[in-house]
């Protein structure tokens, strides 16, 4: 069973049929025509769209689960992947969870308990505190021996949520009162802790695969510096850091794998890191206890399926693969698309997706949950497609991504391939030189703009030449018989209106820049 939605639910589906494997979709009212719904071998609905009365209903899950005689339950991300309560009622009802067991996931759901025992593993992490800050004298002490700017953290957060930097003592009580409520709120714990806070790092993150024997290897690291508001939009592997330091690899590996091992891990993780470029160190920051969205871009370097894995490891299988033969090729890349509007704050954009038309050819993979007609519900995340390129090096990568970027056609909503049109673009990012304030130090949201006027001109020329060209339903022409003359008259007219427009020299996508030919074909452009 699949207790997920959209484009991870019809991933985990694909895996299940490579392996023979039957399933069952749970679905909510919102999702009744989803794409997972049709691909899943059964479907049973759950409830109305809002996700507390569908995808987060723990006993109708089960409920269904044991009625239909699934044998495990994969979680996707989001919803109840990270929910110890719901692995222990999977556990009770005799059903195998597809991920890691409740314990290992208390502890590491549990940002400061993590801190305490990974550093008593002797696992690098930040500089700071190992409690939670009681008082402000506390407080002040611990800020004062990290020394500013620090970070305050929520210790049952993560992800991001409420934590702040203080570069002073007086910000530094403002933000401890602001984030124990925020916590509170977020995830009833107001404990928060205080970290040395690291500027302008790089967030990279280690995928590992652990077995129920303990057995656990690395499949090399993602990056994911370029996020916005703490919400990743591209990721790729390697680092590009990696290709200045070809040994970091193996010293973030094997410390992720010895963290997994401290934990008791099993199955698919994640384990972060923050890497200072200016000391080329690289701190433990948490563990993501479930299939990550970005997880394919791993699997085009290494050519690992990360899910068919989680299965096997779920079945009791030992691992497969050894670490020595886990190898890293060539460059793979993530764009994720959002439905929002890249010009509006990026608010979520809703409704009907009048014309979809996906990017293919050499090293495109699409991860979709959507099509030509289908309406995107309000109730869910953003996420639709993630597009992903895989090159032979990076900047063959970034090529193809450039291409498949231009080739995509999705309308109805809006979506935010224009910003990573500007990041295919931009400078740095093509010289890898990137960090977490990517998009503010770069100014991508102001270029954004400007991207989404170039592609509005060419969608609406496209939209017109077509209107012209396309004959109306009431007066299509018939199909000429094969070998015959051509005498209908309306067929005779519309080749003709067809040969004006392109003769025309309708209006062309322009070329994406970036790329330098050095020979004869550089004047082509
Ligand atoms: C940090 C940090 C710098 N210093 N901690 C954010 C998500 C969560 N997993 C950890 N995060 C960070 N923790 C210290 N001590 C930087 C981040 C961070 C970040 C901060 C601001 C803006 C974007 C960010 C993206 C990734 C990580």
């Not at 590491?108 to 690098?124: N, V, W």
């Not at 929002?340 to 009048?354: A, H, Q, R, Y």
């Not at 995340?381 to 995509?408: H, P, Q, Y």
Request: one cysteine or more; glycine letters at 8%; proline letters at 5%.
């Amino acid at each position: 069973m699949i207790a997920n939605r959209g484009e991870i639910a019809l991933r985990v589906i694909r895996a299940c049929k490579e392996l023979g494997v039957k399933t069952v979709a749970v679905y909510s009212e919102a999702d009744a025509n989803a794409k997972f719904v049709y691909y899943a071998d059964e479907a049973h609905l759950l409830g109305p769209g809002p996700a507390t009365q569908s995808y987060l209903k723990m006993e109708k899950i089960i409920e269904i689960a044991k009625k239909t005689g699934a044998e495990g339950i994969h979680p996707g991300y989001g919803f109840l992947a990270q929910n110890a309560k719901f692995v222990r009622m999977c556990e009770e009802a005799g059903i195998e969870f597809i991920g890691p067991k409740a314990k290992a996931q208390e502890l590491l759901g549990d940002k400061l308990g993590a801190r305490r025992t990974m550093k008593k593993a002797g696992i690098p992490i930040v500089p700071g505190a190992l409690d939670a800050v009681q008082d402000d004298k506390d407080a002040l002490q611990v800020a004062e021996e990290a020394g500013y700017p620090v970070m305050v953290k929520p210790a049952g957060g993560g992800g991001g949520i409420g934590m702040q930097v203080c570069r002073s003592k007086d910000e530094l009580l403002e933000a401890i009162k602001k984030a124990q409520r925020l916590a509170a709120s977020a995830f009833s714990r107001a404990e928060v802790y205080i970290e040395k806070y690291v500027e302008k790092p790089r967030h990279i993150e280690i995928q590992i695969l652990a077995d129920k024997k303990g057995d656990v290897i690395y499949l090399g690291e993602r990056e994911c510096s370029i996020q916005r508001r703490h919400q990743k939009l591209i990721e790729e592997a390697p680092s590009p850091v990696m290709y200045e330091d070809p040994d970091l690899r193996r010293r973030m590996g094997e410390t992720a794998v010895k963290v997994a091992k401290v934990a008791g891990y099993e199955n698919a993780g994640t384990c972060e890191f923050l890497y200072s470029e200016k000391d080329h160190a690289f701190y433990f920051l948490e563990v993501n206890s479930r299939l990550q969205v970005e997880h394919p871009v791993t699997e085009l370097v290494t050519g690992i399926d990360i899910v068919k894995e989680q299965l096997k490891i779920a079945s009791g299988e030992p691992l497969s693969i050894k670490q020595e033969d886990v190898q890293i090729r060539g460059h793979a890349m993530e764009c994720r698309i959002n439905a929002e509007d890249p010009l509006n704050n990026f608010v979520p954009s809703i409704g009907l997706i009048t014309n979809y038309i996906e990017p293919g050819g050499p090293g495109v993979r699409v991860d979709s949950g959507i099509y030509a007609g289908y309406t995107i519900p309000p109730f869910y995340d953003s996420l639709v497609v993630k597009l992903l390129t895989w090159g032979n090096d990076r900047n063959e990568c970034i090529a193809r991504m450039r291409r498949a970027l231009d080739e995509f056609v999705i309308e109805g909503i809006q979506t935010v391939i224009p910003f990573h049109k500007v990041v295919m673009n931009d400078e740095e990012f093509i010289k890898g030189r990137i960090n977490t304030e990517f998009i503010q130090d770069r100014n991508i949201l102001e270029k954004v703009k400007l991207q989404f006027e170039q592609d509005e001109a060419w969608r609406k020329s496209r939209a017109n030449v077509l209107s012209k060209i396309q004959p109306k339903a009431e007066e299509a022409p018939q199909q000429p018989q094969a070998g015959a003359a051509v005498t209908d008259k309306k067929t005779v007219a519309l080749a003709a209106a067809i040969a004006s427009y392109i003769q025309s020299k309708p209006m062309r996508q322009p070329v994406s820049s970036g790329w330098v030919l050095s020979g004869r074909l550089r004047s082509a452009r």
